[in-house]
């Protein structure tokens, strides 16, 4: 694994385009760190501060955090899809095979790729999470500073099954552009299908086989937390309440669909005449 990892990681760094794609992927998500510390002046009758409005308290810190820090996602995205392009234009793919490397182990290495970022990208984000709740937050119990530290683990399931399927789409059609492309017209295929079945069947139906759709099941792992933030502060307002936990069946279609995603992606390069 170890032995993967360290070759995927130097062909990447030794690419100029990767390695600024990289970096900005886990410095963008800091943004968090500015917003809280953002102050908007109105006209000198009073300062508005984000951090010191609550949302930066803990438990819920980790949802928004891990929410906004996701929106970033797709920087990493665009390294993934120039992994595989890269190995073809290149004819790199070709000589790693007849280097030895076989092509389990092709696949294994951009997929121990995307888990070595995946995490990376993780630690990093939950490490800035709990520092800002330091600072910010009015509660310094254990039992509250940890609750909800699930949207971590939800944060890096989002991640590794998004670069799954990115890793598929790069095999399948070989080209960065048209990889992202395409997952662009998948995002407005599945907006297409659920509008069909709402109105041909039941929204219930609908909204049940949605959530089963990759990109769909993937934004459920951690829903928006702006409704969230709204209840804290009108919490009389119940009509505005919504489940925002995250539900470990969810966690298990997303990982789902990783394996079918990193499977596709192999038997694709396993029948491929290279």
């Known amino acids: 694994m170890l032995r993967l990892l360290t070759l995927e990681l130097q062909k990447l760094w030794l690419n100029r385009a990767s390695k600024v794609l990289i970096i900005m992927s886990f410095i963008l998500p800091f943004t968090v760190l500015i917003l809280s510390s953002i102050k908007i002046n109105f006209f000198g009758f009073f300062t508005l501060e984000l951090g010191e409005l609550g949302i930066f308290n803990f ?15 797709f920087f990493f995205a665009i390294v993934v899809v120039s992994m595989i392009s890269n190995e073809y234009s290149n004819k790199t793919l ?7 490397l076989s092509k389990k182990e092709f696949i294994l290495s951009k997929f121990y790729t995307i888990l070595f970022f995946s995490f990376a990208a993780t630690v990093l984000i939950g490490i800035a999470t709990f520092l800002i709740g330091l600072y910010y937050s ?13 949207f971590l683990l939800a944060y890096f399931v989002k991640l590794t099954g998004f670069f799954s399927l990115c890793l598929f789409l790069a095999m399948l059609l070989k080209r960065s552009a048209f990889a992202l492309g395409f997952l662009f017209l998948l995002f407005i295929s599945e907006g297409i299908i659920y509008g069909l079945m709402r109105w041909q069947i039941s929204a219930e139906v609908a909204d049940s086989i949605h959530n089963f759709m990759p990109l769909q099941s ?7 937390p702006i409704q969230r933030i709204v209840m804290t502060k009108f919490p009389e307002k119940t009509d505005i309440a919504y489940d925002y936990a995250v539900h470990w069946y969810e966690v298990f279609i997303v990982l789902g669909w990783t394996a079918i995603f990193i499977f ?4 694709l390069l396993k029948k491929r005449d290279l």
């Open 138 to 150: 009015s509660y310094t119990e254990a039992s509250i500073i940890f609750r909800e530290t699930e």
């Open 59 to 73: 438990p819920i810190i980790w949802h928004i955090t891990t929410f906004f820090a996701a929106q970033f996602k």
């Open 264 to 267: 596709l992606s192999y038997r």
């Open 218 to 224: 993937m934004w459920n792992l951690i829903e928006q």
């Open 94 to 100: 070709k000589q790693n095979l007849i280097d030895g």
